[in-house]
Antibody, heavy 118, light 106 residues
Framework: EVQLVESGGDLVQPGESLRLSCGAS????????MGWVRQAPGKLQWVATI???????YYVDSVKGRFTISRDNARNSLYLQMNSLKGEDTALYYC????????????WGQGTLVTVSS | DIQMTQSPSTLSAFVGDRVTITCRAS??????LAWLQQKPGKAPKLLIY???NLESGVPSRFSGRGSGTEFTLTIDSLQPDDFATYYC????????FGQGTKVEIK
């Protein structure tokens, strides 16, 4: 069974940084593209994607230059480093497995909550 | 950016009804469209991919159609477990989601 477990969400002030983690199990992690999707109340937004080897990375425009996606295949883990956080980054952040090399999210974690507020 | 627009935003229906949700893309996406179901407090779940392909384990009362810019999700004989919010998602160019359609009990 595919399992994705996110952690690292917290309440932070604007301008601060946070690192999210996602532990994967039940599948061959190193063979899959992975992504982060966030959800503000009722609204889903793709955030970032990384290929199997970690070399190719893609971001939504609103986080480019502030967020960095990375992975450690030896640890079956996905990460999202978030810097210069803004109020509009407040959301539940999901880790998701991608089918093929297209942005089809076929398995999702339960999410970790990031709140950016002073 | 490709914008995805769903209608209606809310749909009230009885158990046993046939319901249809529409999703329109701001430009052609071929059949690179997925439908997801989300229940309160839970993660989204993939139901349909490539516009009309049923994900493994999803009941056959769910079906998807369309190509280009207009797509539909139909649920035949709505069941109590189907009351949820449904999202369309394009994955032709990166990924964007519709705003969701909440299916409520009438």
């Amino acid at each position: 069974e595919v399992q994705l477990v996110e952690s690292g969400g917290d309440l932070v002030q604007p301008g601060e940084s946070l690192r999210l983690s996602c532990g994967a199990s039940g599948f061959s992690f190193s063979n899959y593209w992975m992504g982060w999707v966030r959800q503000a109340p009722g609204k889903l937004q793709w955030v970032a994607t990384i290929n199997e080897g970690g070399r190719d990375k893609y971001y939504v425009d609103s986080v480019k230059g502030r967020f960095t996606i990375s992975r450690d295949n030896a640890r079956n883990s996905l990460y999202l480093q978030m810097n210069s956080l803004k109020g509009e980054d407040t959301a539940l952040y999901y880790c998701a497995r991608i089918r093929g090399n297209i942005q089809l999210f076929d398995n999702w974690g339960q999410g970790t909550l990031v709140t950016v507020s002073s | 950016d490709i914008q995805m627009t769903q209608s209606p935003s809310t749909l009230s229906a009885f158990v046993g009804d046939r319901v249809t949700i529409t999703c329109r893309a701001s430009q052609s996406i071929g059949t690179w469209l997925a439908w997801l179901q989300q229940k309160p407090g839970k993660a989204p779940k993939l139901l349909i991919y490539k516009a009309s392909n049923l994900e493994s384990g999803v009941p056959s009362r769910f079906s998807g159609r369309g190509s280009g810019t207009e797509f539909t999700l139909t649920i035949d004989s709505l069941q109590p477990d189907d009351f949820a919010t449904y999202y369309c998602q394009q994955y032709n160019t990166y990924s964007t989601f519709g705003q969701g359609t909440k299916v409520e009990i009438k």
